[in-house]
């Protein structure tokens, strides 16, 4: 009888090593989890700037304000005013009122990643804007605001990068990871070159951000700009000029995230921004609307140094490649404005749409002599760097003698240079022209180039 209460006994002991592992997992939740949810309520309400008391609260959490009709309002803590946190609504803010309750996710805000997102149209948060289903049982959810690659981790560009543009795969060559601007006042031509891009390039993925666009033309943009073959493969992310500050200011960044993701897998990314200035615009009325001191054209400190951090997330790891294009809308055709200045020192080159050039019906508008690329010379052969020189120094010697041919004031046989750089030109415009339809080959453009060339002596 006694042997069979000990056998009883043992049967229902738990095992030692069992126990001490619950009583760690026990630990490991009272320590790490959150056991209570705290909530506060709203204190002050201005524009889209909202004041609560909220213990716990960190830079960057997402929250949600509860309306009068208890429709949840997201919000992201932005600052702290003494006991206050200053939060700034994603969307508008509609019902709140004075005491509005407000609890936080203890998060920030994340987006849904993979293959599922090829073709579709999104907002800054992953919530579908073309009317289709979005099933995202097997996403992963990312932060939007990641930092930037170790600077010893990234390798040396040395491919070239095809972009079907013949202006620029001939004389600015891109390569595999590399971040140029595309510069440039409204109507030039920006959207047009980005859906030639897109539909051309050599990339397995396009990474399309519209930041603050008129609301017809997202619409506009992907069925003439990217077509039906454009847009098969890319992810296009869209936050109009209607939308709060922070949603455009968001846009740029959860782009970065979706094309840091497809980089991540090994693919080659092309990332096209419309526009930077149109983001560092909403970042200026983030800035302003949580007191910081404005500076240069009434943008704040903070914008440039954001600026800096979202920019050099794109470029080139040892998994992939994301070759970003950032268009800048250059106000009043001001190219020193101070978003014009900034951006220009962060990337690897530009290129600039002159309105001169296209009053002459000469698309793509490209200045070439005013563009440049600063890999250039690292990733072309020094046979395609004389033929790019050759053809620069015509443009620009004709570029020099304009005033005196187009009055009539030079004579053929007085400067042997500009003699050759006449019978060139016809030749050169219709190199650097090309139809929105044109398919072409990166090598053999280049191969035009140096044939077109070969004979020229200067």
């Known amino acids: 009888m006694a ?53 716990q609260l960190k830079i960057g959490d997402l ?46 805000i994340t987006f849904p990643v993979g293959d599922f997102l090829l073709g579709r149209l999104v907002n800054p948060l992953g919530e579908p804007l073309d009317g289709k289903p979005m099933d995202t049982s097997n996403a992963a959810w990312i932060n939007v605001d990641s930092s930037p690659p170790d600077p010893l981790d990234r390798p040396i560009i040395k491919h070239k990068f095809s972009t079907g543009v013949r202006a620029i795969d001939a004389l600015l060559t891109m390569g595999a990871g590399q971040r140029m601007g595309l510069f440039a006042g409204s109507g030039v031509g920006k959207s047009t070159m980005m859906g030639m891009i897109a539909r051309n390039s050599e990339a397995d993925v396009n990474v399309v951000a519209l930041i603050g666009e008129r609301g017809r033309e997202v619409k506009e943009f992907m069925e003439n700009s990217l077509g039906e073959e454009g847009v098969r ?31 991540d897998q090994g693919k080659k990314v092309f990332m096209m921004t419309d526009t930077v200035t149109r983001a560092a615009m909403s970042g200026r009325e983030v800035g302003l609307s949580i007191g910081e001191p404005p500076t240069m054209k009434g943008y704040p400190p903070s914008i440039f140094s ?10 080139v790891t040892d998994k992939g490649s994301i070759t970003a294009l950032y268009t800048v809308l ?50 072309c052969d020094p046979e395609h760097m004389q033929a790019a020189g050759k053809m620069r120094e015509l443009l620009a010697i004709y570029q020099d ?24 030109m016809p030749d050169i415009n219709k190199f650097l022209r090309q139809s929105v339809k044109d398919i072409v080959n990166m090598d053999s453009t280049i191969q035009n180039l140096k044939d077109m060339m070969s004979g020229v002596q200067l």
């Open 3 to 55: 042997s069979e209460e000990q056998s009883l006994q043992s049967s229902i002991l738990i095992p030692e090593e069992k126990l001490q592992a619950t009583q760690s997992r026990i630990r490991d939740i009272l320590y790490t989890e959150d056991l209570c949810r705290y909530k506060g309520r709203v204190s002050k309400l201005m524009g889209l700037t909202v004041e609560a008391y909220l213990p």
């Open 63 to 108: 929250c949600f304000i509860e309306t009068k009709d208890g429709e949840p309002k997201a919000a992201e803590v932005v600052a702290f005013k003494g006991d206050m946190a200053q939060l700034l609504l994603l969307y508008d803010g509609r019902g709140i009122y004075q005491g509005s309750w407000v609890t936080t996710t203890g998060n920030p």
């Open 233 to 263: 493969r890319s992810v296009l992310i869209c936050a109009t000029g209607d939308q709060p500050p922070l949603l455009r200011m968001k846009t740029l960044q959860s782009a970065t995230a979706v094309a840091e993701h497809f980089r």
């Open 306 to 315: 954001w600026l800096q951090k979202v920019l050099e997330r794109t470029g």
């Open 330 to 379: 250059v106000e009043g055709d001001d190219i020193n404005d101070p978003v014009c200045d900034t951006v220009r020192g962060i990337i690897d080159g530009h290129i600039f749409l002159s309105r001169k050039i296209a009053a002459q019906n000469h698309f793509p508008a490209i200045d070439v002599l005013g563009s440049v690329s600063r890999l250039f010379t690292e990733i």
């Open 401 to 424: 003698a304009k005033d005196l041919i187009d009055v009539g004031a030079y004579e053929h046989g007085s400067n042997p240079k500009i003699d050759i750089a006449l019978q060139m």
